[in-house]
């Protein structure tokens, strides 16, 4: 865990213009600290890629940020907010491999990041008794499979799933899009507070940051990051659940999409996610269990062992796949075929054949690890 000075400073570099997750990241990685970040002299920072004069401008007189962190930190404190940053042992994985993770996570609760399985469930704002029945349907049918349920806290399609995963005794995770402090909207303050009794209040921004609208889009896609599954159960034509589902097919989630009426204004997104072959068609829980091979009442923790091999039985673009494998653990196979520098289709048979030989499993996310 970081110090609290550290810390201090990373909020500070938080809230500097310009400074999003990918920035944030770089300047670390560059610099070492956030603290020898705002001590570092201008003419080193100007060598650094991204930084356009007005964040330099910022880093340059750091005062005012650090006021704001300051009065950031103590409002966390006195709210029991806990503040995770992306180098800390438990920032969640499933959000660490993204490349526009975000840089640091406040949350609340007594539930846990460190989940086995995850589903989101985004949709319109102004469910239907239909939306609003299925998704109670399959968070249902998921008790047996000890799914997490991610979900944004808005009115309609995000508040059922919530208060079904509740009801059903699931861990459920709002992210906010605002702070933690300012939730919207204020007709759900008691939900967040029901919820926060076995799962977490989650947001990327300050304890009382109001809301705005590039938020609720930034929020979206941590919804999609922290889920094995996205499932769209009703949208108009454009909304936010397009945009999760988006995300979700970005980041190699599997994305499902609920069938509606096709007079219904509110099923258009999601017949169009399915006639576009952006997602796959809902039907069942059944559908989306057995795309990841899960089981009911199967550990939610892969079991890991350690092997022994000899690479040289193995050719060369097996032996760098298995050598990072060792490295990274659990690993997409995006990032796979961009560190291995193994064209996509070409790793995907190699994955296979590994497969078959019970050396490498397959996980949620299209992510790959050794057995």
């Known amino acids: ?115 086995g399985r995850s589903i989101g469930i985004v949709g319109t704002r102004k469910a239907t008794n239909y939306g609003k029945d299925v998704t109670e349907a399959i968070i249902e049918a998921l008790k047996p499979y000890n799914v997490s349920i991610i979900s944004g806290l808005a009115y309609g399609i995000d508040i059922a ?29 008691k939900y967040a507070e029901q919820i926060t009794a076995d799962g977490l209040l989650l947001s990327e921004n300050k304890y009382d940051l109001v ?68 997602a796959r068609i809902y039907t069942s829980v059944d559908d989306m269990v057995e795309s990841l091979n899960w089981l009911p009442g199967e550990s939610t923790e892969p079991v890991k062992k350690a092997i022994d091999l000899d690479l040289s039985t193995f050719s060369e673009d097996e032996s760098k796949v298995i050598t990072l494998l060792r490295q990274k653990g659990a690993y997409p196979i995006d990032e796979i075929s961009f560190e291995t520098n193994i064209r996509l289709n070409k790793l995907a048979s190699l994955l296979l054949n590994l497969e078959f030989q019970d050396l490498v499993r397959a996980l949620p996310g299209k992510k790959f690890e050794l057995r």
Do not use: W
């Open 211 to 278: 809301p705005v609208a590039p938020q609720f889009v930034a929020r979206n896609r941590i919804i999609a990051g922290l889920s094995d599954i996205v499932i769209v159960v009703e949208s108009a034509k454009r909304g936010g659940g397009l945009i999760t589902a988006e995300y979700g097919n970005n980041y190699h989630r599997e994305v499902f999409a609920v069938p509606g009426d096709v007079g219904n204004p509110y099923s258009e997104g999601p017949n169009n996610l399915i006639k576009e072959n952006k």
């Open 1 to 115: 865990m970081l110090n609290e000075n550290e810390l201090l400073y990373r909020l500070a570099l938080r809230e500097a213009d310009g400074v999003g997750g990918v920035l944030f990241r770089h300047l670390i990685s560059h610099i070492g600290s956030a603290e020898e970040i705002f001590k570092t002299p201008k003419s080193r920072l100007l060598k650094i890629p991204g930084l356009g004069p007005n964040t330099l401008k910022k880093l340059n007189d750091p005062q005012s940020l650090l006021t704001i962190a300051e009065k950031n930190l103590k409002l966390c404190q006195k709210n029991n907010v806990d503040i995770i940053s992306f180098s800390d042992e438990n920032y969640p994985a499933r959000l660490k491999n993204l490349y526009d993770a975000p840089a640091i996570l406040f949350t609340k609760g007594g539930g846990t990041l460190d989940f």
């Open 161 to 189: 799933a919530h208060k079904a995963a509740m009801k059903h005794e699931l861990q459920t995770i709002a992210v906010m899009a605002g702070g933690i402090g300012m939730i919207y909207p204020a007709a759900h303050r």
